[in-house]
């Protein structure tokens, strides 16, 4: 699987970016799907996940009920939607997918970082 991930930029905090994770290669479908991020000087750390049918949800404390993801197997996609936007939230954001349930088996694969920057 290529994770291809894209939607990054630079916003004013309150705004709103959605980021895109496009994967190609194998059957996409049944590999739950996530996304990280690693805030400059520090470490990567888990933002939020979906089940391979988009069933299931999972958030960091610190993003819920701000971003919301979700999936279009159809398209081969996972999306974050990420809404009030604070400083904080500025990092590099990677996505990954996993068929294991371990974001770091073997078996999981991980796309290029895509920067978001959030202005006060």
């Known amino acids: 699987v290529q994770l291809q991930a894209s939607g990054g930029g630079l916003v004013q905090a309150g705004g709103s970016l959605r980021l895109s994770c496009a994967a190609s290669?194998?059957?996409?479908?049944?590999?739950?799907g996530g996304w990280f991020r690693q805030p400059p000087g520090k470490e990567r750390e888990f933002v939020s996940a979906?089940?391979?049918?988009?069933?299931?949800?999972y958030y960091a404390d610190s993003v819920k009920g701000r971003f919301t993801i979700s999936r279009d197997n159809a398209k081969n996609t996972v999306y974050l939607q990420m809404n009030s936007l604070k400083p904080e939230d500025t990092a590099v954001y990677y996505c990954?997918?996993?068929?294991?349930?371990?974001?770091?088996?073997?078996?999981?694969?991980w796309g290029q970082g895509t920067q978001v920057t959030v202005s006060s």
């Open positions: 290669g194998r059957t996409f479908s049944s590999y739950a």
């Open positions: 979906i089940s391979w049918s988009g069933g299931s949800t």
């Open positions: 990954a997918a996993t068929s294991s349930g371990s974001w770091y088996a073997s078996s999981a694969y």
